[in-house]
């Protein structure tokens, strides 16, 4: 059962890497976010591949796909759907939102209004929709790729900390070097390797390598060592708003699928090493003597690693 595990992540990433070249950290951390039915922040520059990512990702799992172009003048309706008045009937029917495909690009996400971006957090959470008093459940496996832009504050809209709070982790791309530059721009010479991108496996199977994730094992000690670090991160004097329960949960189920991705049925606290960054640094809201010590979430995750006890 682990071979296969193994065997099916591996084609997944090959066929993913067909697209995206030399970011193999970044698409092991989507998948292993979608294992753990999580949803994903991608926040990056333009043009270094995060449509991409989550359109090879749904084409590789043969899931269904919507990308939501999010506008100031996008509203709450366009993703949840509405009743519209059947006159033949008579009766109120449900037209389906955006929202109701498996995977989901929020492109842009910051750049619409608070309530048009609250109207994803029911969805994000519960997995439905309610509209006019009815609930509406979402295809499964679900899951909500977010994308924003780090450095453009002109006409955008900040996510909440309970929106934030929402993502089990925020990842970003980065520009490729030299080489990996090179290689891209000679593989999409022709027509885009996207357009002939064929599913290497599907939901069921998604649906599987999910549940195996659970059965991961975790040790007492490091389960306190995760709590540990995350309360850390409360009692730092720069930090306002530390990782929240959510967090710790989260960062558990990552450590969970991040051992399962390395073909191991237990966690070490390496693999809490490795998920804390991308599970807490967004959860994490900085004082404002910390922007003035230049202080960033990153070095407060590393103080509170540093001041953890690591489990022998």
């Not at 995206?20 to 753990?36: M, N």
């Not at 499964?140 to 929402?166: C, H, S, W």
């Not at 004097?237 to 960062?251: D, E, M, N, T, W």
Request: some cysteine.
């Amino acid at each position: 059962m682990h071979e296969n595990f193994t065997n099916n992540l591996q084609d997944i990433i090959a066929n993913i890497e067909r697209v995206i070249i030399g970011k193999r950290e970044a698409i092991e951390l989507a998948l292993c976010a979608y294992l753990c039915k999580g949803h994903v922040l991608i926040e990056d520059m333009p043009g270094v591949g995060k449509t991409s990512l989550v359109s090879s990702i749904a084409k590789s799992f043969d899931c269904s796909f919507r990308r939501i172009q999010f506008t100031p003048d996008i509203l709450p309706s366009d993703i949840t759907g509405f009743s519209m008045y059947n006159q033949k009937t008579g009766e109120f029917e449900y037209k389906q939102g955006s929202i109701m495909a498996q995977i989901i690009l929020a492109d842009e996400i910051n750049r619409t209004s608070p309530k048009t971006q609250s109207s994803l957090l029911e969805v994000m959470e519960e997995n439905q929709v309610t509209v006019d008093g009815y609930t509406y459940a979402v295809p499964q496996p679900f899951i909500v790729f977010a994308t924003q832009n780090p450095v453009e504050y002109i006409g955008t809209y900040p996510l909440p900390e309970a929106q934030l709070d929402r993502f089990f982790m925020r990842i970003s791309l980065g520009y490729p070097n030299a080489a990996e530059e090179s290689k891209m721009l000679e593989r999409f010479r022709g027509a885009d390797p996207l357009e002939t991108l064929q599913a290497v496996s599907d939901a069921q199977t998604l649906v599987w390598m999910q549940e195996l994730v659970h059965q991961v094992h975790v040790e007492p000690d490091i389960n306190k060592y995760m709590v540990s670090l995350v309360r850390k991160t409360r009692s730092h004097p720069h930090v306002a708003l530390g990782g929240s329960p959510r967090a710790s949960l989260c960062l558990y189920r990552a450590s969970q699928a991040w051992a399962l991705c390395n073909e191991r049925t237990y966690v070490v606290p390496d693999d809490v090493l490795m998920m804390a960054g991308p599970i807490l640094e967004h959860r994490l809201v900085l004082g404002q003597e910390a922007r003035l010590r230049n202080v960033t979430a990153k070095k407060v995750i590393e103080d509170a690693i540093k001041n953890t006890k690591m489990p022998i």
